[in-house]
């Protein structure tokens, strides 16, 4: 508790701004306290700037804390009176969730219902209904078509009033499936997952105690989103979910290189066989109990149709993982519309996307369950800590020039492509002789340009799958010690021995594209190095301007850059 003669480390301020002082005594207790609804924006040495949001709010309601235990947490740690039109405004953003609520009626099917007339009428006469509702029953429910469910939840928290969805769950066709953890909890307060002994082909793990936390929250909320550090081991909480669900299950991922990964953990961790796991990509169509498919198949069209989306959608399936959910593309999020009869778990690293979707993540896979900030779970001990270094150089004058007379959209390019960042490359590995070492970029030429600078081999898109697959086995036993990738290693690619990043460019401003390629390097290491985060800026451009941004997530969650001079290297 608070000592109520010490000043409190936050200041809540009227614009929703939160400002913690980092190095008071009661920094890390109010930091904790305000985690579940306080959205921190910014990081730096000595204050942290949190905000109130609508959605934070809601995320907080869903998992069932009150307006009330938030007012008295403000309260408890502010240093000066929190506003009063704060605390009523507070108030009232909490309270409209859960106004409304979706549920099973056995008379009418789908039931919309409220408890106030006032939101009820407003939801009926809104456009953004309109087609949406079957009948209105009276003044405080209407019946829903059940194909429409998603889409209500989608046009109402629109609308500003979002569902508690209590509509419930079918349970897909059965299937078992157990963890192979080899010291499950027992006695009081024992987890409730199923667990089995391990074969001889399976190494003795244990769930760590975040995952079973973390699969729990999600199975006993019904649905929603787990956020953890890249490396935290996200693919065993999606197990555990699975071990829980005792069902069929669909597994949407980025690419077949994440599709077989998973398969592997499944084998190595679950009692899973492997008949019982069939891939569904771009090479292989298979629908077994436990289908991994790629988001590229599924938004694949023929003739203007997503023919392999109906396909996949009319299986029984009881549970749909979303391996990271941040990237949803537009026809995944309108087939999970239709799919919300089904429990669905979405696994990430950040919630933040670009095009500011985040309210479709909450409405259509559901409320973020569970979140441990990445530093957290760097101080158990399970990622590895990481030094965050930006590198600046100067363009030479030829291509400042061409720089400063170039068309707006063509500058980024040249200032992120310039020859001068090759050198500097060269020059970081030297410095990492003995280290695993990946070189990322965006733009192919540059990349292409750099393997040959370095000697070292290339990994795009247009990688065949099975060198691909050769030269990351290569990288991960150590046979080479170097690879340059494209964005196609920004996801789910697992390297445990990569201890060095170097960005050379990326996605113009991208957070979570940051996020994810730091993420390549943070399992915990062997020996327990430090892993160590380079990006290549040139000085005074667009490169510059974008790598501020692009460094909005990590400084967010603690990591603090060093800028050091290209000419220091």
Same mark, same amino acid.
């Given at each position: 508790?608070?000592?109520?003669?010490?000043?409190?480390?936050?200041?809540?301020?009227?614009?929703?701004?939160?400002?913690?002082?980092?190095?008071?005594?009661?920094?890390?207790?109010?930091?904790?306290?305000?985690?579940?609804?306080?959205?921190?924006? #910014?990081?730096?040495?000595?204050?942290?700037?949190?905000?109130?949001?609508?959605?934070?709010?809601?995320?907080?309601?869903?998992?069932?804390?009150?307006?009330?235990?938030?007012?008295?947490?403000?309260?408890?740690?502010?240093?000066?009176?929190?506003?009063?039109?704060?605390?009523?405004?507070?108030? %009232?953003?909490?309270?409209?969730?859960?106004?409304?609520?979706?549920?099973?009626?056995? %008379?009418?099917?789908?039931?919309?219902?409220?408890?106030?007339?006032?939101?009820?009428?407003?939801?009926? #006469?809104?456009?953004?209904?309109?087609?949406?509702?079957?009948?209105?029953?009276?003044?405080?429910?209407?019946?829903?078509?059940?194909?429409?469910?998603?889409?209500?939840?989608?046009?109402?928290?629109?609308?500003?009033?979002?569902?508690?969805?209590?509509?419930?769950?079918?349970?897909?066709?059965?299937?078992?499936?157990?963890?192979?953890?080899?010291?499950?909890?027992?006695?009081?307060?024992?987890?409730?997952?199923?667990?089995?002994?391990?074969?001889?082909?399976?190494?003795?793990?244990?769930?760590?105690?975040?995952?079973?936390?973390?699969?729990?929250?999600?199975?006993?909320?019904?649905?929603?989103?787990?956020?953890?550090?890249?490396?935290?081991?996200?693919?065993?909480?999606?197990?555990?979910?699975?071990?829980?669900?005792?069902?069929?299950?669909?597994?949407?991922?980025?690419?077949?290189?994440?599709?077989?990964?998973?398969?592997?953990?499944?084998?190595?961790?679950?009692?899973?066989?492997?008949?019982?796991?069939?891939?569904?990509?771009?090479?292989?169509?298979?629908?077994?109990?436990?289908?991994?498919?790629?988001?590229?198949?599924?938004?694949?069209?023929?003739?203007?149709?997503?023919?392999?989306?109906?396909?996949?959608?009319?299986?029984?399936?009881?549970?749909?993982?979303?391996?990271?959910?941040?990237?949803?593309?537009?026809?995944?999020?309108?087939?999970?519309?239709?799919?919300?009869?089904? #429990?669905?778990?979405?696994?990430?690293?950040?919630?933040?996307?670009?095009?500011? #979707?985040?309210?479709?993540?909450?409405?259509?896979?559901?409320?973020?369950?569970?979140?441990?900030?990445?530093?957290?779970?760097?101080?158990?001990?399970?990622?590895?800590?990481?030094?965050?270094?930006?590198?600046?150089?100067?363009?030479?004058?030829?291509?400042?020039?061409?720089?400063?007379?170039?068309?707006?959209?063509?500058?980024?390019?040249?200032?992120?492509?310039?020859?001068?960042?090759?050198?500097?490359?060269?020059?970081?590995?030297?410095?990492?002789?003995?280290?695993?070492?990946?070189?990322? %970029?965006?733009?192919?030429?540059?990349?292409?340009?750099?393997?040959?600078?370095?000697?070292?081999?290339?990994?795009?898109?247009?990688?065949?799958?099975?060198?691909?697959?050769?030269?990351?086995?290569?990288?991960?036993?150590?046979?080479?010690?170097?690879?340059?990738?494209?964005?196609?290693?920004?996801?789910?690619?697992?390297?445990?021995?990569?201890?060095?990043?170097?960005?050379?460019?990326?996605?113009?401003?991208?957070?979570?594209?940051?996020?994810?390629?730091?993420?390549?390097?943070?399992?915990?290491?062997?020996?327990?190095?430090?892993?160590?985060?380079?990006?290549?800026?040139?000085?005074?451009?667009?490169?510059?301007?974008?790598?501020?941004?692009?460094?909005?997530?990590?400084?967010?969650?603690?990591?603090?850059?060093?800028?050091?001079?290209?000419?220091?290297?």
């Amino acid at each position: 508790m608070p000592d109520s003669t010490m000043p409190g480390p936050l200041i809540v301020q009227s614009d929703k701004t939160l400002l913690l002082e980092v190095d008071h005594l009661l920094a890390e207790e109010a930091r904790h306290a305000i985690a579940p609804f306080a959205e921190l924006e #910014r990081a730096p040495e000595h204050i942290h700037t949190y905000r109130l949001t609508n959605l934070g709010l809601w995320n907080a309601r869903a998992a069932g804390h009150t307006a009330a235990e938030v007012i008295e947490t403000l309260t408890r740690f502010s240093r000066y009176p929190v506003p009063s039109a704060l605390l009523v405004d507070l108030a %009232g953003t909490m309270d409209r969730y859960g106004r409304l609520t979706l549920r099973e009626d056995d %008379g009418h099917g789908l039931i919309l219902e409220s408890t106030d007339r006032a939101v009820m009428a407003e939801v009926l #006469r809104s456009k953004r209904t309109s087609g949406l509702i079957d009948a209105r029953l009276d003044d405080f429910a209407a019946a829903i078509h059940p194909a429409q469910r998603g889409a209500i939840k989608q046009a109402l928290i629109k609308l500003g009033w979002p569902v508690d969805d209590q509509a419930g769950f079918v349970e897909g066709t059965a299937h078992p499936i157990a963890l192979t953890e080899t010291a499950p909890p027992r006695g009081e307060g024992a987890s409730t997952l199923p667990s089995a002994e391990p074969t001889d082909a399976r190494v003795p793990w244990t769930l760590r105690e975040y995952q079973r936390q973390a699969a729990e929250a999600f199975w006993f909320g019904g649905s929603g989103v787990v956020v953890l550090p890249c490396g935290a081991g996200k693919t065993i909480v999606g197990a555990a979910a699975m071990a829980l669900a005792q069902t069929t299950t669909l597994i949407l991922v980025t690419n077949t290189v994440a599709a077989r990964q998973w398969r592997d953990e499944l084998l190595r961790f679950t009692t899973l066989n492997p008949d019982e796991i069939g891939e569904y990509s771009g090479a292989t169509k298979e629908i077994r109990p436990i289908t991994i498919a790629t988001y590229q198949v599924m938004t694949t069209r023929r003739g203007g149709a997503y023919t392999h989306l109906s396909l996949l959608d009319a299986q029984d399936w009881g549970l749909i993982v979303y391996d990271e959910v941040h990237l949803l593309p537009a026809p995944i999020f309108r087939m999970t519309a239709n799919l919300q009869s089904r #429990r669905r778990l979405g696994l990430t690293a950040t919630l933040v996307r670009e095009d500011g #979707r985040e309210d479709e993540v909450f409405t259509l896979i559901g409320p973020k369950r569970y979140d441990a900030p990445w530093r957290d779970i760097e101080a158990q001990g399970y990622v590895a800590p990481a030094i965050c270094t930006e590198v600046r150089l100067t363009l030479p004058e030829n291509e400042r020039l061409e720089y400063a007379v170039a068309e707006h959209e063509h500058q980024y390019r040249i200032a992120a492509t310039t020859s001068g960042k090759n050198e500097v490359a060269e020059r970081l590995i030297a410095r990492h002789v003995t280290d695993q070492v990946l070189v990322i %970029g965006q733009y192919l030429d540059q990349l292409a340009e750099l393997s040959q600078h370095l000697d070292a081999p290339l990994i795009t898109g247009e990688t065949p799958l099975n060198e691909r697959q050769r030269l990351y086995d290569a990288f991960r036993v150590g046979e080479i010690s170097r690879l340059v990738v494209s964005k196609v290693a920004n996801f789910s690619i697992d390297l445990p021995e990569a201890s060095v990043a170097i960005q050379v460019s990326g996605s113009f401003g991208s957070r979570q594209e940051e996020a994810q390629r730091l993420g390549r390097i943070l399992r915990p290491k062997a020996d327990g190095r430090t892993a160590h985060f380079y990006t290549i800026v040139s000085r005074d451009t667009a490169d510059q301007d974008f790598a501020a941004n692009r460094q909005r997530f990590l400084a967010e969650q603690g990591y603090t850059y060093q800028i050091v001079d290209a000419e220091d290297i």
